[in-house]
């Protein structure tokens, strides 16, 4: 089983409180980057509109798909709003328990069975947990299993054609959308996965197919879209 390098260093960010904190980003696109860890931490000031927006949309019971250190849920509580916390990263779950998230759910999206919500939060492009466009479909027929009648799946997006500009090769062999991603930290590297970024345009089509109405609730702001999804 490959090592928690990203639930390892949010622990460590939590336990040190030191912002220097980062983890090593390879990508397929290009060199390694340096991400802040401080990014899972980050004060509700600095949110972006897109998910200042998303936060004002939740409504009844929700559950946040890939919750990290559990910045999101913490101010849905503070709301009132009943919220549990999906996160497959043991480490992330024990922190966002010490940070007082009151329901942690430790597991994998797809194996969830028996249990809706009223609303299917994910953000900082959550849809991505799809890995390929072949896999979207089957990642909103999990997600529709998931609703309670009424529900709504409220997710953010990017078209992220600009990281092809300057010369960078489009893949021609799949999606431009989707990136081979992974993490290390401390010398350590975690399994490699595959992140899909899905245009609105095309979200949108999907999304019909499957039997989804498609609102854009705000954006596109630099590339980026807020959307809705609830059954037609």
């Given at each position: ?35 802040p ?66 329901d ?13 919500w ?15 466009l ?9 997600l ?66 499957m ?22």
């Amino acid at each position: 089983m490959a090592a928690d390098v990203q639930g390892q260093a949010i622990m460590d960010y939590w336990l040190k409180k030191d912002k220097k904190v980062h983890l090593r980003l390879h990508t397929s696109y290009g060199p390694p980057e340096r991400m802040p860890v401080s990014v899972f931490f980050r004060d509700p000031r600095k949110y972006s509109e897109l998910e200042r927006q998303a936060l004002q949309y939740c409504r009844g019971r929700v559950l946040e798909v890939g919750a990290g250190a559990g910045a999101f849920p913490l101010v849905l509580q503070e709301k009132g709003l009943e919220v549990t916390a999906l996160e497959n990263s043991p480490l992330s779950c024990e922190v966002m328990r010490l940070r007082g998230v009151k329901d942690v759910l430790m597991g994998d999206l797809w194996e969830l069975e028996g249990v809706q919500w009223d609303t299917l939060l994910l953000m900082m492009n959550g849809l991505g947990i799809a890995g390929t466009l072949p896999d979207l479909p089957g990642l909103l027929m999990q997600l529709q299993s998931m609703m309670a009648p009424g529900g709504q799946i409220l997710f953010d997006s990017s078209d992220i054609t600009y990281l092809y500009e300057g010369g960078v090769p489009v893949p021609e062999d799949r999606y431009h959308g989707e990136i081979d991603y992974q993490y290390e930290y401390k010398g350590e590297r975690g399994e490699k996965f595959t992140w899909l970024y899905v245009d609105m345009e095309l979200l949108s089509v999907v999304a019909r197919d499957m039997g989804f109405n498609f609102d854009l609730l705000a954006g596109p702001e630099h590339d980026q879209y807020l959307g809705r999804l609830t059954m037609l």
